[in-house]
């Protein structure tokens, strides 16, 4: 049965310390890939524009409006189909592991110790290219702040945070550092954010942190509204008007089928593995889903291929970059992905098991807020905790001949989660520990993770009172 909160706790807290105690595997030559303890142990790439609208706590780390991306606030659409066969698989899943809360403390903690190792040998078999670490997303004017830099730093040492996934290509279409690559001046995507990345990966690594730069790929309103020419060369365009296609918040794309925007992106990667990145996450690898999205036109196609396929093509392609300095590659997905089955319709062309041919970790963003009302509606307080988990067992199920781990993302802010606190954030830690998870991250749009230090001081305080007591 599923565990009440006090409860959990108390089984998180055995997990962690059994977890404390097993070894990680180093990824890259001599310098091992620095991790967070596993059993403190992340879904879709925007927050809602109520969560962006409000105002951090006094005493919070979070980063300026006016450095916030304003593109990230999209809310995200399930197509009808999807979500009938969301609610229509709708399983209770039951945590097999977890003693139930009437039994005896020293019992549950023995039975909770054993899984804990039980399940962090399960883990051991996904590549370990899948780096284990918990993490947090930092936007970029956050990266572009070191008195910033230094204070999320500091949280980090202090809450066994494993490592940052830093924007490094945004939601705009800016790049965080001055590009070499001739596209990237020709529209002028880089910036001066970052006068040298190389001096804030060495950064995090003097600090035993993970670094994972984030390249949203196909969402690119600078790119594709570049003009040559009088057109628009590089876009998705709107076949009634010639124009770029617009989503419905106005926002353009870069086309997905053109070989051109492929060696953008992977020239982008070289820069960032040049820098010294341990991990390159994906996001936005997909066709776009918000919109009149009949009306998307492709003027440069592969009709050769299907778009699971040509999603699969751009990943192959990234992963031959990646692969020269063994970097790792992450891939972004829909929270619901992990529950389609491969004769859906993928018209965002999001095929978990396409995907996990090519990256070494999937990263569903399993927000319970973006799944449909009635979803898990019977969980009550524990719906975040039945998803997380769930979607990250079926994600873990899928990791296919490359042994793809999976990461889910959590949601650290408060959006459409009546029960959102501390206690909501822990049960979607121990949610994807459970799930076989090599860890989780933090996604917060602003960067403000008040919330989410309360929840990780509560879980030390009771670690600590029960290491006293024992």
Request: net charge negative; proline share 5%; charged share 20%.
């Amino acid at each position: 049965m599923r565990p009440g909160i006090p409860f959990w706790l108390s089984l998180l807290c055995c997990a962690l310390i059994v977890s404390c105690a097993s070894q990680t595997a180093s990824t890259r030559g001599a310098r091992p890939v620095p991790v967070a303890v596993d059993s403190v142990a992340a879904a879709e790439d925007t927050v809602a524009a109520a969560e962006e609208g409000r105002r951090p706590a006094a005493d919070s780390l979070s980063v300026p409006d006016s450095l916030v991306p304003a593109t990230a606030v999209d809310t995200i659409a399930i197509d009808s189909t999807v979500a009938t066969a969301l609610v229509a698989a709708d399983t209770a899943i039951v945590a097999d592991s977890l003693a139930s809360p009437a039994a005896a403390d020293t019992v549950a903690l023995a039975a909770a110790a054993a899984d804990s190792a039980a399940r962090d040998s399960s883990r051991q078999s996904v590549n370990p290219l899948a780096l284990r670490y918990n993490g947090i997303y930092l936007n970029s004017g956050a990266i572009a702040r070191d008195e910033l830099m230094e204070k999320y730093i500091a949280r980090a040492k202090q809450y066994g945070i494993g490592g940052f996934v830093m924007d490094m290509k945004d939601d705009r279409g800016y790049l965080s550092w001055r590009s070499r690559h001739p596209l990237a001046k020709k529209i002028g995507s880089g910036t001066g954010r970052l006068s040298d990345p190389a001096a804030l990966v060495k950064l995090l690594h003097d600090n035993g942190l993970v670094a994972c730069a984030r390249v949203v790929v196909f969402k690119d309103p600078l790119l594709s509204e570049y003009i040559e020419n009088g057109a628009y060369p590089y876009a998705v365009l709107d076949s009634t008007t010639g124009f770029p296609w617009k989503q419905d918040n106005g926002e353009t794309w870069a086309n997905m089928m053109d070989e051109r925007v492929h060696e953008y992106i992977t020239g982008i990667v070289a820069e960032l593995v040049a820098f010294g990145f341990d991990q390159i996450q994906l996001d936005y690898i997909r066709f776009p889903s918000d919109g009149p999205t009949g009306r998307c036109y492709y003027p440069v196609a592969i009709d050769s291929l299907n778009k699971a396929e040509i999603i699969g093509l751009l990943l192959s392609k990234v992963r031959s970059v990646t692969d020269t300095a063994g970097v790792s590659l992450a891939a972004d997905v829909f929270g619901w992905v992990p529950w389609l089955s491969a004769e859906r319709s993928y018209w965002i062309g999001q095929d978990y098991d396409q995907i996990a041919r090519w990256a070494d970790v999937i990263c569903p963003m399993l927000y319970s807020s973006h799944f449909p009302d009635e979803f898990k509606q019977d969980s009550g307080h524990l719906r975040a905790y039945d998803i997380v988990i769930e979607g990250t067992r079926k994600a873990f199920a899928r990791k296919g001949a490359r042994n793809t781990g999976v990461q889910p993302y959590i949601q650290s802010f408060n959006y459409k989660s009546p029960y959102y606190g501390e206690d909501y954030l822990l049960g979607q830690m121990q949610a994807a520990l459970e799930g076989g998870g090599v860890g989780w991250l933090a996604w917060n749009a602003r960067s403000d993770y008040s919330m989410l230090w309360k929840a990780l001081e509560k879980f030390g305080t009771i670690l600590q009172r029960k290491l006293v007591n024992e």
